[in-house]
């Protein structure tokens, strides 16, 4: 159940209006001006919401409905109770994706500058934008259209912010060329130095990091993540990634489209990563490797060697899953005799 | 040694002042106005100082004890130096958590609301709050009594924070009902949008968060840890519990009273734990998980599926503690044939 | 190739100064007044640059060097193409380094303190320093000469930083001496309480956190590391050490010279590792273990146990690093029988 204090509910909606959001069919179309309060889950709806079942494993709890309205498919809907009225769709789990952000589309915030954000003189900021309070904007630096800048961000001297980008509360930018549509949530640390030492006379001395941090369109990098800049190259993160909070990108790993790297992951640096290849939560990746496209890494996995497309590994080292699963079980019958 | 420069040391302490804060037993009385100037380890211990002694394991140590005074239990005393002035007490460990409190009470800072923060007009600020320089309230807030919130940390609209919470240098919070008596460390991450994603049209649409982050009493969350709020229902950190820095904790995880979650734990989304349970460092937990009470799971364990409760386990994936160490050992032995 | 929106080039470089910085010999000396425009790596430089080539793994490439000067070996010489310009260097790795940092020396910020930053009033700020944007400096705290403080920056009461030190954006420092020409990143916490607890009548209490944290002379900590501080004794970093992003030191924990924590690495409380060890990413180490110096270990290992001198080790539980690669193979095999 979604709570008011938090978010503003749009509804109620008739089920004409959820109709026309989600594209789903109502078998009693009598019923097309009856009118919902709120969404919620399955489990915890009650005679005002709407929810909905898409997975036969949660059919047992489908007796239990107490929603007035659920979305579900066709094969699924005589598990349903008699009394809850019924909406049809290929996919219920999107249609209400739709509808939660019809019903509680979030209010924009007003296109303001806050009179505490220092912006240098020469940077241009685009048409549009929301600057909080204590925002840092260097010199030199260009931030497009529509954009959203939270209270305390940094963002230094030359950098370029595309379009429609909002960068959240305390993040700090450096050394980067961003697109349109980027999500930077709180407390990320962007194109700081990369991790690369040289041991001359007893000292790690730093290697200069002349690189810059090349961000695509429409990327999400999530709370306290850390992605370093390029040594003398670029680090890239390809369109449509999803970083996860308190992951860490090395100097000049270059990522793909559509990746997503969940949370913890750590990849050092000079790896390549292909497009829409899956991370689980606190993988680690060795240096100068390369990871292919449409790879799937399970959780906590260890990669410290090549890995061709398509494939799907887990341990440390990597193996294929299954064979990961076998060792597992070998392992356990083996000290059990 | 406790250094004065940061501490201020309320000493010295008689005898007789240290058996009133610890109920320990002085064996000689005659001694009772004698004074300590400080407290410091068995190892460090100068002749002007209160040490302590509980463990056996460290009884070869004992014979170089150069402390004032020593409080130990009855069992031990006969192991201590005959010149060292003795308190008995049954929990010599707590006797010193007590002395270290009421020795180096730190003072707290004087209640005042800096000219550089910048609250809402409709926000609630409880009596006798903090507030430091450049700190953001947002609107609709609520803040109890008692209350610290320090430098650049960021309260955004409409959350609620109990009474006596101490807030560190730069957090940030959102969408959060928390409860009294809470400790948040500088830089954590509170409340912000699960990783939750819905794949259509060759591209990860984020799926709206519209939860909650409830956070009960007496909790503590860690440096730079991230919090993410619930999807549609809350996620949920139970009364009592100790979150360490660097975790990270998803949206709709649902964390029962006095768990304790040390540092870099990851715990993917809809996962529930009950009381009293202690997750390793680096121990990570896969998605829609049920861990039970009063369990325990090794450092870097990787969970993948429910835990009993009471179980002690330790892995990736994990098995019984004893059953990983014969994993450990088969090995080992293995590869030496 | 260097991006001048964000990197000043100091070139072009006469041949003639390259061979001043570098230390590196021409071998067609008619060609000392001849320029180099910028620095690249070997695939990526145009007939205006300057590559270097010390790696023979590499010397497939190197045919296709289309740089106009090479920095390689007399050894590697003969691989580069014949209309490529050779410098002789014994090292060319380093001479790289040094040009790198002539060519794109990197302007120093103008010593000066900003309007908005808060300064108490018995602070000691040293000559030269540049103070950013709503910095907080506490009572009492010490800075010395040639320090910048970035923005959002917090240093807490009685702190003492030596000269010579860059303390990055939005970084929190409390109860912390540091020595010289350190660098602390975005975001890190330094000297925050340890996560100590006593059980006691159903709650963890927290046992209070008397310590500093000590930090020697140029180290260099990353962006969102945390570093906690003593319990009663201190915690130390020594001298030379370097760690990465999102690093976890926790209260106690003494180490040595010139050591390397790798991204993510975990060290729980009261641990000593000596001088020279490397830990790779995302290593975990138990508390009160002591790993010798010149230890390395390598990524994801988890160390429960003491590790000697020079060691080399692996896995979790760690063994020496053969035995980790027999095993891994071992296990291979044995679940394709």
């Known amino acids: ?39 919620a889950y399955m489990e915890n709806a009650t005679d005002e919401d709407l929810c909905f079942f898409f997975d036969k494993k949660s059919k047992a709890k489908a007796v239990d409905i107490k929603a007035k309205v659920c979305i579900t498919t066709n094969e699924l809907k005589d598990l349903v109770p008699e009394n809850v009225i019924i909406l049809i769709s290929d996919n219920p789990k999107l249609a209400f994706f739709k509808l939660n952000q019809a019903m509680y589309a979030m209010p924009e915030p ?9 912006i240098a003189k020469d940077a241009k900021v685009g048409r549009n934008c929301c600057i909080g309070e204590n925002v840092l904007i260097g010199n030199n630096v260009e931030i497009g259209d ?7 961000a940094v963002i230094d001297d030359n950098c370029i912010i595309g379009n429609n980008c909002h960068i959240g509360v305390g993040v700090h930018i450096s050394y980067c060329v961003m697109g349109n549509n980027c999500k930077i949530f709180s407390g990320a640390r962007l194109g700081q130095d ?42 890239i993160i390809g369109d449509g990634c999803r970083i996860d909070n308190l992951v860490q990108v090395a100097h000049n790993d270059i990522i793909g489209r559509g990746c997503i790297l969940v949370s913890q992951v750590g990849i050092a640096g000079s790896t390549k990563i292909g497009d829409y290849s899956v991370l689980g939560g606190q993988v680690g990746v060795a240096d100068h490797v390369t990871i292919g ?17 398509g494939e799907v590994v887990m341990g440390c080292p990597t193996v294929p899953i299954k064979q990961f699963m076998k060792q597992s079980i070998y392992l356990q019958k083996a000290v059990k005799k």
Do not use: W
Request: charged letters at 20%.
């Open 293 to 309: 496209s449409q790879v799937q890494i399970g959780a906590q996995s260890g990669v410290m060697s090549n890995i061709a497309d």
């Open 146 to 152: 529509n954009c959203r800048i939270d209270a305390n």
């Open 1 to 39: 159940m979604v709570d008011i204090r938090f978010y503003k509910n749009n509804g109620p909606f008739t089920l004409a209006k959820i109709v026309e959001v989600t594209g789903a069919k109502l078998l009693d179309e009598t019923k097309s001006q009856m009118q919902v309060m709120g969404l």
């Open 110 to 118: 007003e296109a303001k500058i806050a009179a505490s954000a220092h």
């Open 194 to 235: 990369g991790f690369g030492f040289m041991f001359e006379a007893g000292q790690h001395k730093r290697i200069p990091q002349l690189g810059r941090l090349v961000i695509g369109n429409d990327v999400e990098i999530g709370c306290n993540a850390c992605v370093d800049r390029g040594a003398l190259d670029d680090t």
